[in-house]
C-alpha cells in the first residue's frame, strides 16, 4: 500500500491520543491532521506533537470545524482515545459525518456503538484494547472458554487491574476478560474487578515510578475449591507505545476495508490480527 494515510487523531492533549499522534507523526505510511476534537475542560487553543502543531476542537465547534477540515484535507480516518463520557455522542458524530473511525476508547454503551456503526455508511475498528500480544492472549481465552466451557467450575476468581491516576473508568480489557471467566465456569461481576488508581500503592505493587502516569498491568487468579491449585494469568505494560503500535495497525486495515468498499460494518482488533 503506497498511498499515504491520513489520520486525525482525537482527545489531544490527553496521554494516550498524543501518543498515537507521535507515531503517526514518525511513521512514513500515514500524515497527521493537524486538527483535534477535544474536551470541554480544555482551555488551550492548540497543543503541540513534535514540532507539529495541532488546533484542538471543543464539541460547540465540532460540527463546523470537521466541514472546513473535510473541504481542505479531503477523506481522512478519525482515532478515538477521548474519555468514555464521550464513546457514544463522538460515534454517532463520525457515523453522521461519514467519517471511518478507530475506537480506542472504553467505555460507553458499546452495544449502542455497534449498531450507531451498523446503521451507517462507514466502517470501524472498535477495540477495548488496541495492544495485538494482549488482544491475541484474549483471543486464547475465548478459544478456550468455547471449547472446555465450565474447565473451572467451583474455582474462585480475582482480577486486578492497575492503570495511571487519570484513566476514569475499569479496564476494557478486565471487562472482556470477565466474559470468558464466566464461560469457563466461574460466574463473576464486573463490578468485583478491583481497579487500583492510587500511585502510592502502586508503587508497593512494584510499577516502576517512570510508568506510574503510563501504564496497565493486570493479574487473573484462578484458585480451586480446596485451596490446592492455583492458576495466575498476568500481563503487565509500562508506557503507551504497544498500543500506539497496535492502533497503526488498526488503522492500516480499516483503510483497507474503506477502500473495498465495505459500509456498515464494526471490526474488532481479532479481525485486524487475522487481517
Not at 495485538?132 to 482480577?159: D, H, T
Request: net charge neutral; hydrophobic share 40%; aromatic share 8%.
Amino acid at each position: 500500500m503506497n498511498e499515504i494515510m491520513k489520520v486525525m487523531v482525537n482527545g489531544i492533549p490527553g496521554n494516550m491520543a498524543s501518543n498515537v499522534a507521535k507515531h503517526v507523526l514518525e511513521d512514513g505510511r500515514f500524515e497527521l491532521v493537524s486538527y483535534s476534537l477535544t474536551g470541554p475542560e480544555v482551555i488551550e487553543n492548540e497543543a503541540a506533537i513534535g514540532s507539529r502543531k495541532i488546533a484542538l476542537i471543543r464539541p460547540d465547534r465540532k460540527e463546523e470545524a470537521i466541514a472546513a477540515i473535510l473541504k481542505s484535507e479531503g477523506a481522512f480516518i478519525s482515532v478515538d482515545f477521548t474519555h468514555p463520557s464521550a464513546v457514544n455522542s463522538n460515534a454517532e458524530f463520525y457515523c453522521k459525518q461519514e467519517l471511518p473511525f478507530v475506537m480506542g476508547t472504553t467505555g460507553g454503551d458499546r452495544k449502542r456503538l455497534n449498531e450507531a456503526v451498523a446503521a451507517s455508511a462507514i466502517v470501524a475498528v472498535i477495540a477495548p484494547n488496541m495492544a495485538k500480544q494482549i488482544v491475541g492472549f484474549q483471543a486464547m481465552m475465548e478459544y478456550a472458554a468455547s471449547v472446555f466451557p465450565n474447565l473451572f467450575a467451583g474455582y474462585s476468581l480475582k482480577i486486578r487491574e492497575s492503570h495511571q491516576k487519570g484513566k476514569a473508568d475499569t479496564s476494557g480489557t478486565a471487562k472482556a476478560m470477565v466474559g470468558y471467566f464466566t464461560k469457563l465456569g466461574i460466574p463473576f461481576s464486573e463490578n468485583k474487578i478491583g481497579m487500583e488508581r492510587d500511585p502510592n500503592v502502586q508503587t508497593r505493587l512494584g510499577i516502576p515510578e517512570q510508568y506510574l502516569s503510563g501504564h496497565g498491568w493486570h493479574t487473573y487468579t484462578l484458585v480451586s475449591p480446596d485451596e490446592t491449585v492455583k492458576f495466575e494469568f498476568i500481563h503487565n505494560v509500562n508506557g503507551r507505545d504497544i498500543y500506539a503500535r497496535g492502533t497503526l495497525d488498526a488503522i492500516t486495515f480499516l483503510h483497507r476495508k474503506v477502500e473495498e468498499g465495505i459500509k456498515g460494518k464494526a471490526f474488532t482488533m481479532i479481525d485486524v490480527l487475522r487481517g
